[in-house]
């Protein structure tokens, strides 16, 4: 009986430090978007209005390995500055799993970014995309593909340059952040 209840006792421990209490990414999209202090998108590619035609061929690689936009945005007023801070410090959280790789980090008109992937450097399965500005408040986007790589985020970037996404779904996050 003894052996019974240290079995017990050792599955219990490990089933119980198996799960943690940080989200995935995926999962704090879904827990809040129905929340009112966010804005949630999902975004097909198709929706950047690129013009296949003006691409070189590296650009159209790069574009044809992307799937989907994820974005979640959450603005800052003077009623949610608590829960600007606390959202913002799980997002940072979950973004520090060792999982995650940086990318690249820089200053924007909006504020500070980081871009960071999952997957392997050759074979990248997710981009996430994360920016704050204590001010105005945070934008997190996972570009969702299929073996993309860094260089191939390169191109991405430049191909968004050249797309007329000005309007539409992408113009909510703008006006969302106004």
Known sequence: MRKITWVIAVLLLGITSACTST???????????????FLTLDLPVGLLNIEKAQLTEEQKEGLGSLKKLNVL????????????????AV?????KNEDFTE?????????KATIKYLGDDDAID????????????????????????PAR????????????????ELSKIADFMK
């Open 126 to 149: 997710e981009v996430v995309i994360y920016g704050d500005n204590e001010d105005k408040g945070f934008v997190v986007v996972r570009v969702l593909g299929k073996n993309m790589n």
């Open 73 to 88: 945005a959450f603005k800052k007023t003077d009623a949610n500055a608590v829960d600007f801070q606390k959202e913002k």
């Open 23 to 37: 989200p995935s990414l995926q999962q704090y999209y879904v827990a809040n978007s129905e929340n009112p202090n």
């Open 153 to 168: 985020m390169v191109q991405f970037v430049k191909v968004l340059e050249k797309s007329d996404y000005q309007g539409g």
């Open 91 to 95: 997002i940072k959280s979950i973004l």
């Open 103 to 111: 990318l690249m980090k820089m200053n924007t008109e909006f504020g």
